[in-house]
């Protein structure tokens, strides 16, 4: 307790003393404030990521896909297989009374960026007028919903945001001619990049016979293994069930991670730089307080107390630093629409753990970087640092 008594009474003088020396804690501040603000935005994209793919999964829903395919691209489901889907137990009823079945079609589509007009890439998703029932979160924004039988486009809001030509009465060229834009729609997942015209209208643009995928809307959660059984049972399918979280989640969890690595390794180098400058930082910082901390010697404070307030100071600056860095990008980035190619349009996302991993990031860069200067501290003769200079 004593200890802690001292290492904090130091500690205090050291910070108010801070002001005499404000250019070179600057340095420190600033350095770190560019390790957490290069960390941040990077894994912001992961975790940006993360949400907007999670998110499109319910415990409700079941995705039905063609055997061997890892993912609703590349599945084929021909049109014959939908009504025997249809006919399975467990899916729930709509309020007409029909099963709440969404045959999907999936496909890509390159529009303008409004930041440099280059082309992006994002899914143009066909679903059938079940899918709105099926998938709730489906909120119409503006404009109307999408007819049956009509060659016409509903948008994300953030794809719009993305992308130019997407207002409500825009003329988007799609496959087999112009698709005009009737309403924005939102949910808060993955989806708002994405593109939505009607199933049977694709499939007919694409000239393709098979769809994608099938979602269905289950009775509860538990109905799914009966809904599993009654297809993969079936010698007249041959398909893959999956309840849609579980997708998802193994979707989430293929998505390559280099860009994650190039980040940390972009801001190991940052770090290293930010090291350096912590170094020379404290060692300066030591020798202005050297009368200061012969002082503090002279009337009972030990070596180590002494010590600890250099690490201390240290640490304090590098989290001010990082937490200022991280802060600017929050403001400047958090909720910027993305577009990650295959992947589609989705926001980045500043999320409470970032600021955590910059901290740790930035306690670990300080204890280093003070740990030469706060031994050189705690063994600085009293005697020599009292004579007069």
Request: glycine content about 12%; proline content about 8%; overall charge neutral.
């Given at each position: 307790m004593h200890s802690l008594r001292q290492i904090f009474g130091v500690t205090m003088v050291s910070l108010g003393s801070l002001y005499s020396r404000i250019k070179m804690s600057l340095i420190i501040v600033v350095g770190l404030a560019s390790v957490g603000g290069v960390l941040s935005l990077g894994l912001s994209i992961f975790e940006g990521v993360e949400r907007a793919v999670l998110g499109m999964g319910d415990p409700d829903r079941a995705i039905v896909l063609s055997t061997g395919s890892q993912a609703?691209?590349?599945?084929?489901?021909?049109?014959?297989?939908?009504?025997?889907?249809?006919?399975?137990p467990g899916i729930r009823k709509d309020t007409d009374g029909s099963p709440m079945v969404d045959a999907e079609v999936f496909s890509n589509i390159y529009l303008p960026k409004k930041?440099?007009?280059k082309d992006g890439l994002t899914a143009l998703r066909g679903i059938s007028p079940k899918g709105f029932s099926v998938s709730s979160e489906i909120r119409l924004i503006s404009g109307r919903m999408l007819r049956p039988g009509q060659r016409e486009l509903m948008v994300g809001v953030t794809a719009q945001e993305k992308f130019s030509g997407l207002e409500l009465g825009d003329m988007v060229p799609?496959?087999?001619?112009?698709?005009?834009?009737?309403?924005?729609?939102?949910?808060?997942?993955?989806?708002?990049?994405d593109l939505l015209a009607d199933s049977e209208t694709l499939i007919s643009a694409l000239r393709r016979t098979a769809y994608n995928s099938i979602v269905v809307k289950l009775d509860s959660p538990d109905s799914f293994d009966v809904f599993k059984s009654a297809l993969t049972k079936n010698p007249a399918l041959s398909v893959t069930v999956e309840r849609q979280t579980d997708y998802w989640k193994r979707i989430f969890e293929i998505i390559p991670n280099r860009a994650v690595y190039m980040i940390y390794t972009l801001s190991l180098f940052i770090a290293a730089g930010a090291l350096a400058g912590t170094v020379q930082t404290m060692h300066s910082a030591v020798d202005s307080r050297?009368?200061?901390i012969a002082i503090l010697r002279a009337i009972g404070f030990d070596g180590f107390s002494v010590a600890a307030s250099v690490v201390l100071e240290a640490m304090i600056l590098a989290s001010v630093g990082t937490i200022i860095g991280t802060a600017i990008v929050w403001l400047l980035f958090d909720g910027y629409a993305y577009n990650a190619g295959a992947?589609?349009?989705?926001?980045?996302?500043?999320?409470?753990?970032?600021?955590?991993?910059?901290?740790?990031?930035?306690l670990v860069i300080a204890f280093i970087g003070a740990l030469s200067p706060s031994i050189r501290a705690a063994q600085l003769p009293v005697a020599t640092a009292l004579q007069v200079r």
């Open positions: 609703h691209p590349n599945s084929s489901i021909p049109r014959a297989w939908i009504n025997i889907v249809s006919d399975s930041s440099n007009k799609g496959p087999g001619g112009l698709w005009p834009i009737v309403g924005t729609f939102a949910t808060g997942n993955l989806a708002d990049g050297t009368v200061e992947v589609g349009v989705f926001r980045l996302a500043i999320t409470p753990h970032l600021v955590i991993v910059g901290i740790t990031w930035a």
